[in-house]
């Protein structure tokens, strides 16, 4: 099919599920309600304008029951199609992988709740965000997350859903210790080689691989060829992941105290090689290797109600993780330890103008190991010892809401930029309208330089009813 | 090594979520409202609205008092609203609607300096479903209130500070401070005198309301030096005090904005809802009226209600 026909062919089912959703009544009972959205966002390269990052189309529906005023059951189901992985030849390959739902995956969310004034308890398919960093997930690890868009969308839509329990008890009134029990594992989701926004170094990996299959090819004796195993854990009670909350206030500072232990979201690769001379070795066996991570961490909050900073915000979260596997070397994995917080101050300057900035520290407790250095898992250049980033959110709106404007930037010390400002309008109070755009700086080897011919501008189109 | 010292500790968590879920519930967390913890009697409304009923005579400080004790429903220990339909038009027409429900209850409590906590929640349209706004407010007038905010398209809860109080809640003509942090101390007042209020025509239902109302006039000026209007002329209802219209008028002395709150008297129980809001921007033509309904007093909604914790229930 022509890439022309295949987008008219795009626009077409989007157009007809927009105008054939009015079957979709809103039906509300006393006990049950049904909401959801249809949605369209397509993306294009700034410097190509005819070059799709995505054109995925999204149909969404929530349905919540009231069994009893105290217990809930809510299911959220999604389907979706990214027609970017037939438009685009550069990404065609991937097509089955990211060009739509995949498995279960439609079943967004699907859990049981009970609430009572001291108890509540979640059981099912949901989830849990701690932490109140923009842009930066350092307490957010009880999810996983799936970067196919980099750190583009929002965090609700790319956070991976588990199946887990969550317990919360109030002993006091403002204090809440939450229980998690996660047998439930699904690792970060990060996009194969080919894709729009693949990370350098699953670039560089599938490149160095299929080198060694071209070599296998020609050299068969010589090169004896390779094999790849996912050690990934599987879904079991016993690699159950466990987290403990306590959320409290004391005089207005809001404060957490985290506790995580289970199996870590990303995975490092280990390489093993046969020699070929004492100085030269060929991989034959490349793992994926997941290491058991213990995190301790917190937050806070407080809001100056008083005195000459009053209207400002501080707030902060650090955690500590302990036993992250990180690569060092060629294919080598090494056990580090993580000290990663963020300091936040937030305030309405103007009338409706809010400001947000975030100072941010990764600190890692080596960068060698055997003379060797640690690698930066997205891209594999020598890691920092001590990362140091800083971000400013500004958002206002006019028209009574009707248009909101923001712009979120993050800095990164080795001039690593990206900026990403977000108009959004709402045409009807079913359909609203966005457009911005998403630009990246710095270097090859940055979190973000690595995107710099990535500039994209967006635009979103959703129906909501 | 590792692997079993890691057993080890999934072991040790394990048990200790176990050994909590057993604690919790040998000490009989009850399930359902019938057992629920914390369960008081609530004030009878009649009880307080006696000692705060306007008298011929007296000070528009004293007026504007009570009108603040009917404002916030301080006759009561909690109050429900199910159903709050917000409607935004403008000068052509073009409405747009958001739906909420909203919950207070009244602490005044000076042990911790709390007045009353407030909970908003958005139910429509869809793109905006979810959001809810969580506020405590204090005794101490020169304290801000504390707001926390669920963000559905985060599923985060943020902490932030009051935002100016000259903005627009929620997109409205009503101002932040107009629909929750105006309070007593943020005006002087002077008493102008007793009027029949001519009433007021709704261009969105074409109904006059209180029209030949006998009220109390009070001008209200903001303490607050270069604010957003200069003066503000209020009608009490003379029953209750309760103010039924306002006239506002900004910094150059030109009346820009009108509201009108409409009451309800609950003879049985003398509680005196607000159902009917309105507030017009008499020089972009646009204004907001809001619907009140689902109203319910002293429903024994429980403090815990009002917590961070009630705010991560939200589902969108």
Known sequence: MKKSTRILFSV????????????????????????????NETAVRLEEWDKFMKIENMAQLEVEYRLTPQIYIFGILREWYDSAYDAEEDWEHNRKILGRTKG???????????YSNKLDIRIGKQQVVWGTADGV???D?????????????????????????????SPKVDGTIQFLLIPDFEANFIPPAGSPFTFTATANGEESMQGLRDLHKMFPLQYPGFKTVNHEPGQSLENSKIGVRWLDIYRGFEYSLNYLHGWDLSSAVKVKFKKTSPFIGIPILFEKVYGQTEMFGGSFSKALTSGPLRGLTVRGELAYIHNHMNNYGSGKVAKVDNVNYVIGLDKYVWTNWFFSFQFIQLISSIDSKH???????????????????????????????????DVLTMYGDDNDW??????EFELTDQVTLATGL???WGRKGGLNGEFQENDEAFFEFKYGF | MNR?????????????????????FSRGIPFGEEGALLKKTPPECQKCCESMKPQPGMSADDLMRIKYYVKYTKFARDVSFDNVKNLLIDKGGFTREKDAQRFRIILNRPSDDLDYKDMITLTAPQNVKGLSVLTWSYLDPRKDQDIWLWLPSLRKVRRISQSEADDAAFGSDFTQEEMTSRRWDDETYTYVGEKKFEGFKSPYNGKTYYAGQDCYVVEAKPKRKNWYYSKRVVYLHKDFAGKIFDEIYDPTGRKYKVTLIVYEYWPDTKCIPQVHQECHNLITGHYTVSEIGGIKFNGDVDENFFSAKTLMRTKW
Not at chain 1, 376 to 404: A, C, Q, W, Y
Not at chain 1, 418 to 423: A, D, F, I, K
């Open chain 1, 137 to 139: 997930k350092l307490l």
């Open chain 1, 104 to 114: 279960t995956d439609w079943l967004r969310e699907f859990y049981i709740d009970y």
């Open chain 1, 141 to 169: 690890v009880v999810c996983p997350m799936d970067m196919r868009e980099f750190v583009l969308d929002e965090f609700a839509e790319s956070r991976i859903p588990l199946w887990m329990l969550k317990v919360e008890y």
């Open chain 1, 12 to 39: 077409s089912t989007f157009l007809f599920l927009l105008f054939s959703s009015s079957a979709f009544a809103l039906n509300v009972t006393d006990k049950l309600t049904i909401s959801g959205f249809i949605k």
């Open chain 1, 438 to 440: 998403n630009v990246f």
């Open chain 2, 4 to 24: 079993r010292k890691d057993k080890r500790y999934l072991k040790y968590g394990r048990m200790l979520v176990l050994a909590t879920a057993i604690l919790i």
């Open chain 1, 418 to 423: 990206r900026t990403s400002p977000r108009l």
């Open chain 1, 371 to 405: 003379g060797e250095d640690l690698l930066f898992g997205p891209t594999g250049v020598p890691l920092d010892k001590v990362e140091n980033m800083m971000s400013l959110k500004i958002s206002t709106d006019f028209f009574h809401e009707r248009l909101k404007a």
